[in-house]
């Protein structure tokens, strides 16, 4: 074996350990709650626990329960947010959605001064995003992000229905933010499935798009979209 293959495979062994050992020192940790500002998350089981780790050369290492499906919520917001400077270009997305912390909960229907979202992280940003979308896309705004999140992950996405209807029965507080269409998108997006190890392949894709790293570009967004 290479002195090149050897350091590569010792570096896989010691993040395989290291994961290991993680999860073994966090598995028995009770503390928290599982989520209920949306009904259906009750259901969860708070059991569940993986960790999953991809880097930057295309290896992605896991333990526990990585390969379990869940509603990946907020983690959406970022590529809804890329797919939307993708489509429109930042000065335009600058236009209907700041870059600035608020400050206030994820949840907060207050606007900045110049009545817009204060960045594309809280629910009114993700809502003026997904409206972006479905004025490009209009009907087809959905599909088009299921796939272009699909492309990302590696394999085709699903959504978990129960999870969309009881966000969107219960999402009176999105509702006083814009209108239903995009609303119903945010939704959607939220209530999609993808597990651990998918979701840190999404996540390394995004990385290696701002570090110039080897991801083909079938799977990343446009030049400078990362960043």
């Known amino acids: 074996m290479a002195s090149g293959e050897s350091a590569t ?14 999860h073994a020192a966090l598995l028995r940790d009770q503390s928290g709650a599982v989520a209920d500002y949306i009904p259906e998350l009750l259901k969860a089981d708070p059991d569940h626990f993986g960790i999953a780790l991809a880097t930057t050369d295309g290896h992605v290492y896991e333990t ?5 499906p869940f509603t990946i919520q907020s983690i959406s917001k ?6 939307a ?7 335009r997305v600058a236009l209907a959605i700041g870059v600035e912390p608020s400050g206030d909960a994820f949840n907060s229907i207050r606007l900045s001064a110049d009545n817009r979202p204060f960045n594309p992280m809280v629910n009114s940003g993700a809502i003026a995003c997904s409206g972006l979308i479905h004025e490009a896309q209009g009907e087809k705004a959905l599909e088009f992000v299921r796939h272009t999140l699909s ?10 229905e129960a999870v969309f209807q009881s966000e969107r029965q219960t999402g009176d507080r999105n509702r006083a933010i814009a209108f239903e269409d ?5 939704a959607l997006l939220a209530g999609r499935n993808v597990g651990a190890e998918r979701l840190s392949r999404r ?3 995004i ?3 701002a570090v110039g790293g080897p991801v083909t570009r079938r799977q990343r967004f446009q030049d400078g979209v990362e960043r």
Do not use: K, M, Y
């Open 9 to 22: 495979a010792a570096s896989a062994n010691t993040l395989s350990r290291f994961l290991a050992q993680t």
């Open 64 to 68: 526990g329960d990585a390969g379990v």
């Open 182 to 186: 995009p609303v119903g998108v945010r």
């Open 207 to 209: 990385c290696q798009g």
């Open 85 to 91: 400077l993708e489509i429109f270009g930042p000065e």
């Open 78 to 83: 970022a590529f809804v947010f890329a797919l």
């Open 203 to 205: 996540s390394d894709h």
């Open 151 to 160: 492309r990302f992950a590696g394999r085709d996405l699903g959504i978990d």
